[in-house]
């Protein structure tokens, strides 16, 4: 039972393209997040969501749109890619957006390749 | 600049040997400091979490140190094992506001060797 999904694993487009990574979560958390993983190995949030509502909106290019349609989904859209954005991309969740020991669990990872 | 630095950046060390990582941070306010094992294409895992008031705390092999005074954390691996070839991130949250906000250190890479 896999606890916080994502699809597809693999992405390869061509520069331009849009596309979306999908994100689920099975545990019951009313907060999801999006990461961003470079080539060096660094992690960097760039949205959060509680119960369906935006609570971190780090900077980031528009051409990234995340979408909760509900708590246990967040998807990622990203429009025109661009090389720049490849990167491996993870999905994590948590109880709630606040909590002093309050638990990240992450998904597998998506990587974005861009050609 | 609130930012989490890891030492070294890699290691190799042999099956059954002691490691200890470091890691250095300049966040602030502090609010808890994480250590994350991530294998390779993978997402990060939980091993420990420390508030201000914890210096240490075990998780099987894995201990970890806290001194909130001089800002430095350490993981310390026991009697290693293949399975603890992975990378490990240092993770520091913020204090401040309801948001869970996450700053990571760059990790490093650990390779245990038979």
């Known amino acids: 039972d896999t606890a916080v999904s994502q699809t597809p694993k693999y992405l390869v487009t061509q520069m331009g393209n849009d596309k979306s990574i999908k994100c689920e979560q099975n545990?019951?958390?009313?907060?999801m997040y999006w990461y961003k993983q470079d080539s060096k190995k660094f992690l960097k949030i760039m949205f959060s969501?509680?119960?369906?509502?935006?609570?971190i909106n780090e900077t980031v290019p528009n051409r990234f749109s995340p979408k909760s349609p509900d708590k246990a989904h967040l998807n990622l859209h990203i429009n025109s890619l661009e090389l720049g954005d490849s990167a491996v991309y993870f999905c994590?969740?948590?109880?709630?957006?606040?909590?002093?020991?309050?638990?990240?669990?992450f998904g597998p990872g998506t990587r974005l390749t861009v050609l | 600049k609130n930012q989490v630095e890891q030492s070294p950046q890699s290691l190799i060390i042999l099956e059954g040997k002691n490691c200890t990582l470091q890691?250095?941070?300049?966040?602030?306010?502090?609010?808890?400091l994480r250590w994350y094992k991530q294998d390779t294409g993978r997402g990060p895992v939980s091993l420990t979490i420390m508030t201000f008031s914890e210096n240490t705390k075990s998780n099987g092999r894995y201990t970890a140190t806290l001194d909130a005074d001089t800002k430095q954390s350490s993981l310390h691996i026991t009697a290693s094992q293949l399975s603890d070839s992975a990378s490990y991130i240092c993770v520091v949250r913020r204090y401040g506001g309801a948001t869970n906000k996450l700053i990571f250190g760059t990790g490093t890479l650990l390779a245990v060797q038979p």
């Open positions: 545990l019951g958390h009313d907060t």
């Open positions: 994590a969740s948590s109880v709630s957006s606040g909590g002093l020991y309050n638990e990240q669990f």
């Open positions: 969501y509680n119960n369906k509502e935006l609570i």
């Open positions: 890691c250095n941070y300049t966040v602030s306010p502090f609010s808890n």
